[in-house]
């Protein structure tokens, strides 16, 4: 029995782009020998990292030159703090200069409470960001499928990408289950009911109501060939794609709105035993996923 | 004359007080805290059924909402005070004195209530010892027990989670005492009788399941590197020169760890038929590659674990097994195997001390001792021999003639230098001590005993407490592997040395193991979904391991 597969779950932000890029092909930019730590942690004696939890920088994938970001979900859960948000916004305006596509490979669960208007003043940035690059014709690919998710401001820039790739690992919303349950009761929502969450928010139900685009295994790899494929699709934003976004949005409340589970809506979209995708394996759902799924008109 | 039937006299008296309020053997369920007020008499000595795993939660709750004027100063003798009605009774009065074995989820609780004089406390029992004191001075006059289905006549299924009910029911019912159990369901026809109905008395039709905590799941996923090191060095550095066969595991995640490396390390090391091949165990969902890969020939389970029941009713090669094709656990016999037929325990602590006692109980906790101790202890009353007994035995003691020499249980401590939230691994006085001075005990809570442990293992390496020859040695040995904690860096290093060259101490480079090799690649299943695909979808995990 081996079991030598890289899993993007498990991997650190800096493995994840090792795996992502051509060999030997990734500099960083502004990397943790600068030690551009965040201002604000300290005062509440807290610890820092040199890169403040994401890396940053251009490499290669199959040949052609990208910008990369990676944010390190075991720092602090990946959240954005001024410094960390101020290197994914600076690539950002870097690809949109010289015209290079972007590769984010997000791990977060949103902003940091310590430095909390620095990062949602990031996280609007980082929006502005990729919205104007993509306008130029910059494509912004996002990944998800690391242990924090992508949650709060992540979720909000995840939605602004021209192609999402996510894992059943991965986990895509705006508010994050316990802030749910915090505010709303156990009864609207059981955080600690895994299963349920992954139901409502995982990689699965996203792709297949059209919140992400495309599903891959949970395989350093499959992200890999999957980011190369979106990386070759045309480039594609203006008013047009935004109206026919809206216009689904719209379909979508008066389809599954009265729905109370994603097996509700899983059903309404024709699959027969909605209750058999969670322990679906990754290539049958996926192939599965192309028949019955909602499509994203290259927003969210 | 003397009456030689007053027990059961009183017993016949219990149930045509409690027959008021049931139909035959059914209790009304409307009337449940009637029913338990009308049988039970103050000062009774009741055993209500819970353990680590399964609880009668709906007789517990029914016992809470007695009136304690009317039923008061009972003496509680159970292996768990799990649920929060376990210790309301004695807040409320209900209850008085307290004979136990576990009480994890309610630790904190209970030191509380015993420092406050709220309880009377008799002993802190092994599972196995509790159990024995109920057919000898701890007999219950009444028992409330958990099963999953009845019959009409009070035949009872206990199902999977079998576990201690049969050796409660023995004691009670033979001993006189009245047996009423809590059922989810009652059947025409049951899948198989464990509990014959001449010995229950009254059944509840509770309407659902008793609850089950599943106690023995570790997710692979949060396993980590020094987990996995701490498990390779056991497995070459321990199961193979002793060659162990039969054995049982705790409950942490570096022996969960030793678990999935069977497959896939121990393969590489042609172990596989050498060691692990019978058990005493919960069926650990880690386990399930090792069996799927041919490792494992047989384990007895004390308890079932939630979501393991297909696979188990789909393994009865391995499994012990009912006429249904379920698993039959049975708590009592599962100890004894652990304590009598096991070579080997391994398992992890909170804290071990300089003569190498080890302690799960940290300050204003009382977690109690549950089987540890047990499988944890070299049993003084075996006589059969075999490899590794023998192989301890004449290290801990070389100079007696061989066939006058007690072989020894191989009895080892697993874990990091550093534990959860960086406690040190390793104390000058154990946590425990300090319990029992405030609770003015008799004797320290301590899980495992120096004069059993036989080998410690962390990072740093191995410690053989069996090759030392005096408390000198055993302490610096345990320093040895102590790491960077205050008890490691006070090591003397010559001694050290010799104790390596004497192979007391052993680190991972003696043993041939690069640190570097341990990651998470080495593990046969990364996460509980790869244990699920492993028995082919017949594990269904409980929501809250999922994370799909």
């Known amino acids: 029995m081996s079991n030598t597969r890289q899993s993007w779950y498990e991997a650190g932000a800096r493995e994840r782009i090792a795996a992502l890029v051509d060999p030997a092909s990734f500099a960083e930019f ?10 604000h942690l300290s005062i509440f004696d807290l610890p820092t990292q040199f890169d403040d939890g994401i890396v940053v920088g251009c490499g290669a994938i199959g040949g052609t030159p990208v910008f990369v970001a990676a944010q390190e979900g075991r720092f602090m859960g990946g959240a954005v703090g001024e410094v960390h948000g101020a290197k994914l916004t600076g690539l950002l305006r870097a690809a949109k200069a010289v015209a290079r596509d972007v590769v984010i490979a997000f791990d ?32 912004v690919v996002g990944l998800i499928g690391g242990r924090a998710g992508c949650y709060g401001g992540g979720g909000l820039i995840a939605g602004c990408c021209s192609t999402l790739i996510v894992s059943e690992q ?8 316990e802030v749910i349950e915090t505010n709303k009761g156990v009864e609207e929502f059981d955080s600690r009911d895994r299963s349920f969450v992954w139901r409502t928010m995982g990689g ?49 409340i008066t389809r599954f709105g009265e729905a109370s589970d994603a097996t509700d809506i899983w059903q309404l979209l024709g699959i027969d035993d909605p209750w058999a995708i969670p322990d679906m394996p990754a290539t049958g759902f996926a192939t599965l996923a192309d028949t019955y799924r909602e499509r994203a008109d290259d927003a969210r | ?113 015993l420092f406050g004089g709220k309880i009377e406390l008799g002993a802190i029992h092994t599972y196995l010892e509790l159990f024995a004191r109920y057919f000898v001075d701890l007999t219950p006059q009444v028992a409330l027990i958990a099963a999953v289905s009845a019959d009409r006549h009070g035949n009872l299924y206990t199902g999977p989670n079998t576990e201690d009910t049969p050796t409660v029911v023995e004691a009670t019912s033979f001993g006189s005492g009245l047996v009423i159990a809590q059922v989810g369901e009652i059947v025409d026809t049951l899948p198989r009788v464990d509990i014959p109905g001449d010995q229950v008395h009254f059944v ?68 596989k038929g050498k060691i692990c091949t019978h058990w005493a165990l919960n069926p650990h969902p880690t386990l399930i590659p090792a069996i799927e890969a041919g490792w494992v020939e047989q384990v007895h389970c004390f308890g079932s674990e939630v979501g393991m029941e297909d696979y188990l009713a789909a ?31 391994i398992g992890s602590t909170l804290q071990i001390d300089l003569s190498g006692h080890s302690s799960t109980i940290t300050a204003n906790r009382i977690a109690g001792f549950g089987g540890a101790p047990n499988m944890g202890s070299d049993a003084r009353g075996r006589r059969h021999p075999s490899a590794p007994w023998l192989q301890a035995g004449a290290e801990a003691d ?3 003639p061989a066939p006058l020499r007690r072989g020894r249980k191989l009895v080892v401590q697993i874990g990091e230098t550093f534990g959860e939230g960086n406690a040190p691994l390793f104390v000058e006085k154990l946590s425990a001590l300090e319990l029992a001075e405030k609770l003015d005990l008799d004797l320290a809570p301590v899980m495992v005993y120096a004069d059993d442990t036989t080998h410690i293992v962390t990072e740093e390496g191995i410690a053989n407490l069996l090759l030392c020859r005096n408390a000198d040695e055993r302490e610096q040995a345990i320093r040895g592997v102590a790491g960077f904690t205050e008890i490691g860096r006070g090591r003397d290093k010559t001694m050290l040395e010799r104790l390596r060259a004497r192979k007391i101490i052993q680190r991972p480079e003696d043993l041939g193991i690069d640190p570097l090799d341990a990651n998470r690649n080495m593990l046969a299943a990364r996460s509980i979904k790869d244990l699920m695909l492993a028995s082919g979808g017949l594990y269904r995990p409980p929501s809250r391991f999922r994370n799909w």
């Open chain 1, 30 to 39: 502004i990397g943790p020998e600068r030690r551009e730590i965040s201002p």
């Open chain 1, 108 to 139: 977060t669960g949103g902003v940091r409470l310590q430095e909390a208007n620095a990062g949602e003043i990031a996280i609007a940035e980082i929006m502005r960001g990729v919205v104007e690059a993509r306008m130029a014709g910059v494509r």
């Open chain 1, 170 to 177: 991965g986990r895509i919303s705006v508010t994050g289950p």
């Open chain 1, 204 to 252: 699965k139900h996203r792709t297949l109501i059209g919140g992400a685009d495309v599903f891959v295994e949970d395989d350093t790899m499959a992200f890999r060939d999957a980011t190369r494929a979106a990386l070759a699709r045309a480039p594609k934003l203006d008013g047009n794609t935004l109206a026919a976004e809206q216009a689904r949005l719209e379909r979508r």
């Open chain 2, 1 to 113: 004359m003397r009456q030689w039937n007053t027990r059961k006299a009183l017993r016949e008296e219990r149930i045509a007080a409690g027959g008021v309020f049931a139909n035959a053997k059914a209790i009304d369920p409307k009337h449940l805290v009637d029913f338990l007020e009308a049988v039970l008499r103050p000062g009774d000595r009741v055993c209500i059924e819970g353990d680590n795993q399964k609880q009668a939660d709906v007789l517990a709750r029914g016992l809470a909402d007695m009136d304690p004027a009317r039923i008061h100063d009972l003496h509680m003798v159970q292996s768990g005070v799990v649920l929060p009605e376990h210790l309301d009774i004695f807040d409320s009065g209900i209850a008085k004195r307290l004979d136990f074995s576990y009480s994890g989820p309610q630790s904190a609780r209970i030191a509380r209530m």
């Open chain 2, 204 to 271: 509840l039709d509770a309407g659902r399941p008793f609850y089950v905590e599943p106690l023995f799941t570790r997710d692979p996923a949060a396993m980590t590197e020094t987990q996995i090191l701490t498990a390779m060095m056991a497995i070459k550095g321990l199961y193979e020169p002793y060659g162990v066969r039969r054995l049982n595991h705790g409950i942490g995640f570096n022996t969960a760890a030793i678990e999935l490396l069977l497959p896939t390390y121990g393969e590489k090391l042609g172990l």
């Open chain 2, 315 to 345: 393994r009865p090669d391995i499994f012990f097994t009912g006429p249904d094709g379920s698993l039959r656990s049975n708590r009592a016999f599962s100890q004894t195997a652990g304590l009598y037929a096991c070579d080997m325990f």
């Open chain 2, 398 to 400: 070389p100079d007696t």
